[in-house]
């Protein structure tokens, strides 16, 4: 095994033992009491997420921004032209949209079979979603396999819903 691939497996580990930590308390932290009336509906879960998701969404934004404010800035990339920095960036947007894609999904899935009381999850996993999206950017700037943690912490819970999400549609 390579240096980077060490590097790569510490930040996805890390990544994992991050975000079950992370989940576990924010969840706990975020328990308010009683569910109040009205989170049964369909409706108003899918309202619930959907307000969450405009959170996650920001993180394309982000990256939609700085890229546009990188190429004016740069003569030779308006018309075109690249840099190390704004390939970062492009493949940056790219992975967020694919992620994004994939959360979205699953917490629109999540919040329609957990019970009222749990829907708060969606929050803590967009949480979870824009600390892995800023540490991925980050580290991609850094180098290479530094981009793993934040990877990580985006992918593997998103891959958790999907399974928990599975597993009570086929039960």
Known sequence: MSNDQRKVLAGMAAAVVFSVAFFEVAFRMTNV??????????????????????????CLVAG????????????????????????IDKRYLQNTLEQLVL???????LVTI??????????VL????????????????????????GFGTTFYPTVAVYAYVVSRIIA
């Open 126 to 149: 967009v949480m979870l979603f824009v600390i892995g999206r800023v540490t991925f950017w980050i580290g991609y700037h850094v180098s290479g396999p530094a981009r793993a943690f």
């Open 103 to 109: 959360a979205i999904v699953a917490h629109l899935a």
């Open 114 to 123: 957990v019970a009222p009381e749990s829907i708060r999850a969606v929050a």
């Open 64 to 87: 939609v921004a700085r890229l546009a404010n990188r190429r004016f800035f740069i003569p030779d990339a308006i018309e075109g032209g690249s840099s190390p920095s704004i390939d």
């Open 33 to 58: 009491g009683p569910t109040p009336p009205g989170m049964i509906e369909t409706s108003w879960r899918l309202e619930y997420a959907l307000k969450c998701e405009v959170f996650a969404a920001l």
